[in-house]
């Protein structure tokens, strides 16, 4: 009774021998159904019995007990005298892959187990349902079940990226119609492009740069593909030609642009009107309203002020900056970028005279300041430095004028000294 319980879980490739049922554990003696198979190499078929042995895979529990399979698999010769594999294996694909320990149904869940939860968790999971197996198992199970859909892309493209700037880099491969990275190589050695190609056929264009491994390993691993040259590659080499004509004939470039410049100034010059020939500072042309902005948020700063706000809610309100805030409250203004008119220098008024009695033969600096407060000069006693050096070199040789003994050349430092210096 227990037996055709358990018959419909067979895969129908197989016929039950027995079964052998325990309180923990189910163990199905089973062959293959049909008489014949094929070899998998020249995929002739076969019924020539070498000899016999027993696979024994993990199925999918049954009501919490563990299922093992006792699989009774024959051994044939294969009858293809050209063929390089004399004995061979019967082997159904679709129920458990070659040289595996479990059904491909068991295995399949292991990886979704695996993707899921990961190895550690995992384990415990299938442990729990009667499907035990370690975590270092699922986390292969996942691996290999990636590697075994993997399929070669059509569009190849090939480019080298670095694992240390300067120091090491790899080749980075990735299908360029569904814009996936397929794999990473650990150098851009011709020899490893090559190998991979002749291991992953199928790949009919190579997209690559203009490094020649490269383009040797291409041509040695993927012979009947065709190598282009991606757009990226393109454009970088056509910029770094252009740039080094450029820096070539730098000097040429210079001077014909100049020209232009020049000569579209001429032609705008002409045709402008009077009115356009003054030209706004750059700041006010990048930011015509600045002005008017600023006087915008100094008067929204005093209004919050007005109604209770403080300094620190205004900052986080307007995004102004506390130093700003506190300044424009201080001085009641906003303040502008408005330069300081230009104020004369006192002391220029009075320039003639000083060079007329510097000329005379005056050295005295005392007297001469004295001189120059009767006239109006009521600034303080400095004088700017580069015209005390111009009166000396004016004054202080002139014809027929006596070299200045020791005393005298103290007054003439300190003439240097006292002279008033230019408000800037």
């Given at each position: 009774m227990m037996t055709k319980r358990v018959l419909p879980l067979i895969p129908?490739?197989?016929?039950?021998?027995?079964?052998?049922?325990?309180?923990?554990?189910i163990s199905i003696h089973c062959r293959f159904r049909s008489l014949t198979a094929r070899c998998p190499d020249c995929c002739r078929t076969s019924r020539r019995l070498h000899s016999r042995y027993e696979r024994r895979l993990a199925d999918l529990p049954w009501q919490g007990r563990t299922v093992t399979i006792a699989l009774n698999v024959r051994r044939l010769r294969c009858d293809n005298h050209r063929c390089r594999r004399l004995i061979f294996a019967e082997n159904h694909d679709d129920v458990v892959h070659r040289y595996c320990?479990?059904?491909?149904?068991?295995?399949?869940?292991?990886?979704?187990?695996?993707?899921?939860?990961?190895?550690?968790a995992g384990a415990r999971l299938v442990a729990r349902l009667g499907m035990q197996v370690s975590a270092d198992t699922i986390l292969r199970i996942v691996r290999s079940g990636f590697v075994s859909?993997?399929?070669?892309?059509?569009?190849?493209?090939?480019?080298?990226?670095?694992?240390?700037?300067?120091?090491?880099y790899g080749t980075v491969l990735v299908d360029l119609e569904k814009n996936d990275v397929v794999d990473l190589l650990p150098d851009r050695e011709m020899s490893t492009l090559s190998t991979w190609l002749t291991d992953h056929p199928g790949v009919e264009i190579v997209a690559r740069d203009r490094a020649g491994a490269y383009a040797r390993g291409a041509r040695q691993g993927a012979p009947k593909a065709q190598q282009i040259a991606d757009r990226w590659h393109l454009l970088r080499n056509c910029s770094d030609a252009l740039q080094n004509v450029v820096e070539r004939r730098y000097r040429l470039v210079r001077d014909i642009g100049k020209s232009f410049v020049d000569r579209f100034v001429d032609d705008g010059r002409s045709d402008a009107r009077p009115e356009d020939h003054r030209v706004l500072p750059a700041r006010s042309r990048r930011h015509p309203n600045r002005h008017e902005e600023r006087r915008a948020l100094f008067d929204e700063v005093v209004r919050l002020t007005g109604i209770g706000w403080s300094q620190l809610a205004i900052r986080r309100e307007l995004g102004i900056d506390l130093k700003t805030i506190r300044k424009w409250l201080k001085d009641e203004q906003s303040g502008t970028w408005r330069r300081r008119a230009f104020t004369p220098n006192p002391a220029d008024l009075h320039e003639d005279y000083v060079r007329r009695r510097w000329s005379e033969g005056c050295r005295n600096a005392t007297r001469l300041y004295r001189e120059v407060w009767d006239r109006g000069y009521s600034a303080s006693?400095?004088?700017?430095?580069?015209?005390?050096?111009?009166?000396?070199?004016?004054?202080?040789?002139?014809?027929?004028?006596?070299?200045?003994r020791p005393f005298e050349m103290d007054s003439q430092i300190r003439a240097q000294n006292l002279k008033p210096k230019s408000r800037r």
């Amino acid at each position: 009774m227990m037996t055709k319980r358990v018959l419909p879980l067979i895969p129908s490739p197989r016929v039950v021998d027995h079964v052998q049922l325990s309180s923990e554990a189910i163990s199905i003696h089973c062959r293959f159904r049909s008489l014949t198979a094929r070899c998998p190499d020249c995929c002739r078929t076969s019924r020539r019995l070498h000899s016999r042995y027993e696979r024994r895979l993990a199925d999918l529990p049954w009501q919490g007990r563990t299922v093992t399979i006792a699989l009774n698999v024959r051994r044939l010769r294969c009858d293809n005298h050209r063929c390089r594999r004399l004995i061979f294996a019967e082997n159904h694909d679709d129920v458990v892959h070659r040289y595996c320990r479990r059904t491909r149904r068991l295995a399949e869940v292991h990886r979704c187990v695996g993707l899921a939860l990961g190895g550690e968790a995992g384990a415990r999971l299938v442990a729990r349902l009667g499907m035990q197996v370690s975590a270092d198992t699922i986390l292969r199970i996942v691996r290999s079940g990636f590697v075994s859909e993997f399929k070669a892309p059509r569009i190849l493209g090939v480019d080298d990226w670095a694992w240390r700037r300067g120091q090491r880099y790899g080749t980075v491969l990735v299908d360029l119609e569904k814009n996936d990275v397929v794999d990473l190589l650990p150098d851009r050695e011709m020899s490893t492009l090559s190998t991979w190609l002749t291991d992953h056929p199928g790949v009919e264009i190579v997209a690559r740069d203009r490094a020649g491994a490269y383009a040797r390993g291409a041509r040695q691993g993927a012979p009947k593909a065709q190598q282009i040259a991606d757009r990226w590659h393109l454009l970088r080499n056509c910029s770094d030609a252009l740039q080094n004509v450029v820096e070539r004939r730098y000097r040429l470039v210079r001077d014909i642009g100049k020209s232009f410049v020049d000569r579209f100034v001429d032609d705008g010059r002409s045709d402008a009107r009077p009115e356009d020939h003054r030209v706004l500072p750059a700041r006010s042309r990048r930011h015509p309203n600045r002005h008017e902005e600023r006087r915008a948020l100094f008067d929204e700063v005093v209004r919050l002020t007005g109604i209770g706000w403080s300094q620190l809610a205004i900052r986080r309100e307007l995004g102004i900056d506390l130093k700003t805030i506190r300044k424009w409250l201080k001085d009641e203004q906003s303040g502008t970028w408005r330069r300081r008119a230009f104020t004369p220098n006192p002391a220029d008024l009075h320039e003639d005279y000083v060079r007329r009695r510097w000329s005379e033969g005056c050295r005295n600096a005392t007297r001469l300041y004295r001189e120059v407060w009767d006239r109006g000069y009521s600034a303080s006693s400095y004088v700017r430095p580069e015209s005390g050096r111009t009166l000396i070199q004016s004054g202080g040789n002139c014809p027929g004028q006596v070299t200045a003994r020791p005393f005298e050349m103290d007054s003439q430092i300190r003439a240097q000294n006292l002279k008033p210096k230019s408000r800037r």
